[in-house]
């Protein structure tokens, strides 16, 4: 049986997390760092990157990559492995939000949102899994959203991508779990980050809705994400893939 110190140790790992420099981001890639992992954290904007990255001297590295550019994946991952080895976890966290009415969002916004969470993803995935296969394993971890489980109105779009993931993990889970590499979800439920407070805004009764619901009675905190990220990527969930865990409070089983 393993030691508790190592069941939830991520000692040696390399993690990639995009979205890294802010909010669930930046709060996996503090519990991971915290595990013992390093860490590259990808987005578009530097600053927050450099920030994040300052906090973590040698452990946590910042790139800009916009993971819309889905044909710069393979490079990037190349350089990523050239200058810190192979990442074992890839966290797919970058995403944008889309609040409006189902019949005024176009094909172009539509899209955008898809090629965020799901095309951009799928690039960095699918760079991944040879370099998985080649340390003996991996984990890879999506975060979805109560999007992915509930119907709320005004996210057509991000509905979409986040209801897509779910096949997306079950499928790599069947078609890679013989080779170690495991493939998992977390859908959080509403966590206080820039994202939610712009959703929010304006709009007191989704906010009194959530809350209602929630049967723990509080918004989530980003670190909350983070140790939900910890634990399906360390040893302890060695036997979990292509699941989706709910982070969320609660809210997906309340009344
Ligand atoms: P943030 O807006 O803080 O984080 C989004 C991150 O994604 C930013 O760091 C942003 O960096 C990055 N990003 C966006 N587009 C791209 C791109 N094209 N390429 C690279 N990076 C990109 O919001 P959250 O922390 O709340 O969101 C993180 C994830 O959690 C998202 O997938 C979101 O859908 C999900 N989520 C959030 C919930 C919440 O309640 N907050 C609930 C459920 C899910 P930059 O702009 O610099 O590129």
């Known amino acids: 049986m393993l030691a508790h110190s190592e069941a939830f140790s991520l000692q040696g790992s390399l993690a990639l997390v995009t979205g890294g420099g802010t909010g669930i981001g930046r709060a996996i890639t503090d519990a991971l760092v915290k595990a013992g992992a390093r860490v590259a954290v990808a987005g578009r904007r530097r600053e927050p990157l450099e920030e994040t990255a300052a906090v973590y001297p040698s452990k946590v590295f910042a790139y800009t990559y916009d993971v819309t550019q ?3 994946a393979g490079n990037f991952l190349k350089r990523i492995q050239s200058e810190l080895g192979t990442p074992t976890i890839l966290v797919n966290n970058a995403g944008i939000h889309l609040k409006k009415k189902a019949e005024e969002v176009t094909a172009e916004e539509f899209r955008k949102v898809l090629d965020t969470h799901i095309v951009g993803a799928h690039a960095l995935t699918a760079a991944s899994i040879p370099l998985m296969r080649q340390a003996g394993g991996g984990s890879i971890l999506y975060i979805a959203s109560m999007a992915s ?3 709320i109105p005004y996210v057509v779009a991000y509905a979409a991508a986040k209801s897509a993931m ?4 079950r499928t790599l889970a069947v078609e890679y779990g013989r080779e170690n590499i495991r493939v998992n979800a977390i859908a959080p439920g509403w966590i206080e980050t820039e994202m ?3 959703a929010m805004e304006g709009d007191p009764e ?3 809705k959530v809350l209602g619901r929630t049967p723990l009675g509080r918004f989530g ?3 909350d994400i983070g140790w939900a990220a910890v634990y399906l990527c360390s040893p302890a969930a060695r036997f ?3 699941t989706c865990l709910a982070v969320d409070g ?3 089983i309340g009344f």
């Open 206 to 208: 989704r906010k009194r």
């Open 196 to 198: 939610s407070r712009k």
């Open 240 to 242: 979990i893939t292509g």
């Open 221 to 223: 905190s980003p670190e």
């Open 250 to 252: 609660g809210i997906s």
């Open 166 to 169: 779910l096949g997306v993990i």
């Open 70 to 72: 889905e044909q710069e």
């Open 149 to 151: 489980l509930f119907g």
